[in-house]
């Protein structure tokens, strides 16, 4: 994804995901297709929260599947570490007696092959609120600029994500909620060029999922998506979540509100930037969504020190922390609708 305009901390996304023009995974600038940025929230206006404390050892578990996909090395679509990242992922949630939808498909342009992979876990409602994350890595090889070019296994970038929601999967299913939570793996959400190039070669899965998701509330099939909670790079050791100006008022009010009430206030919105990111194709259609990002300002991203020396289990634990004592206020302003 790529950041925003002049206060790009991250003009490190020059460097990084996306290169020449403007910046990279995340580096946004004035974009037609792009949802209007938003100021930042009145952080002394929000409402008080009761803190929802993950199990003491999620983080260290979160961390061991870090461990595990990154040992699968590269994991960019078609590689072998993408397919041994896919079975895993399923493996796991399959393991926690969970339905694993798989949607393989080939863009017909790039002629790429991408798999989303998605699990649904009931609520009293059939609603759902998706927690998703990207499970595919940036590619590194091939770029005309050989700094480009390096081994990178995307720790924070890529597998955070995956191992939090893997981590989260079976908490989840212990609580009641009133919503379906759906938890969803994009493919293709970095650049396919270095740079970002205005999210043209990029964003593939979750621009796939959202238009299936149409296609399909079309013809009756299927329940609406009341909100999206995504995570991407949740687990770096210097943690800092921004505050992503593209994301919903609402939503960043809420993420805001749980990390005061966790007390982890200190490593969430100290900075605030767009970031273009999987939520988009999200907010296109007006669906609630948050971006939970340690972009701005990463000395990582998109560099060879993406790795687990570089990450910690207690930032994986704070983001957890995070998303289980907002989800109950998102079910009930977004599906009972007591906003
Ligand atoms: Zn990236």
Not at 87 to 110: A, C, I, N, P, S
Not at 150 to 171: E, I, K, T
Request: charged share 25%.
């Amino acid at each position: 994804m790529r950041t925003s305009t002049a206060l790009s901390l991250c003009g490190i996304g020059l460097v990084a995901c996306i290169g020449a023009a403007m910046a990279g995974k995340h580096l946004a600038t004035a974009a037609p297709q792009r949802p209007p940025q938003q100021p930042t929230i009145d952080r002394s206006k929000v409402p008080q929260l009761e803190p929802v404390r993950a199990p003491a050892d999620l983080g260290a578990e979160a961390f061991e599947h870090v461990r595990a996909l990154t040992g699968f090395g590269p994991r960019t679509p078609g590689s072998p570490g993408w397919t041994q990242q896919l079975d895993y992922v399923q493996r796991h949630l399959e393991g926690l007696g969970l339905t694993v939808q798989r949607d393989t498909w080939t863009d017909r342009k790039e002629l790429v092959t991408f798999t989303n992979l998605a699990a649904r876990i009931p609520g009293d409602r059939d609603e759902r609120i998706v927690l998703g994350c990207h499970h595919d890595t940036k590619c590194t090889r091939g770029h005309p600029d050989p700094a480009h070019n390096f081994h990178f296994v995307g720790a924070n970038d890529g597998a955070s994500g995956v191992a939090l929601l893997l981590a989260l999967a079976p908490v989840l299913q212990r609580a009641r909620h009133r919503a379906t939570i759906e938890l969803v793996f994009f493919d293709g959400e970095e650049s396919l060029d270095w740079a970002w190039n205005d999210a043209a070669r990029a964003l593939f899965g979750s621009r796939r999922f959202v238009k299936r998701h149409r296609d399909a509330q079309l013809l009756g099939e299927e329940p609406r998506i009341a909100a999206l909670i995504l995570l991407d790079m949740v687990g770096r050791t210097d943690l800092h979540i921004q505050e992503e100006l593209y994301s919903t008022r609402r939503l960043r009010e809420l993420t805001w509100a749980a990390a005061v009430a966790c007390g982890h206030q200190q490593h969430f919105f100290q900075r605030a930037e767009a970031a273009s990111d999987d939520h988009v194709p999200f907010l296109e259609v007006g669906i609630p969504s948050v971006d939970l990002i340690d972009l701005n300002g990463n000395p990582h991203w998109h560099k060879p020190t993406d790795t687990i020396e570089n990450m910690a289990p207690a930032s994986l634990q704070k983001v957890a922390d995070v998303v289980l004592t907002m989800l109950p206020e998102v079910e009930r302003l977004y599906v009972l609708g007591d906003g």
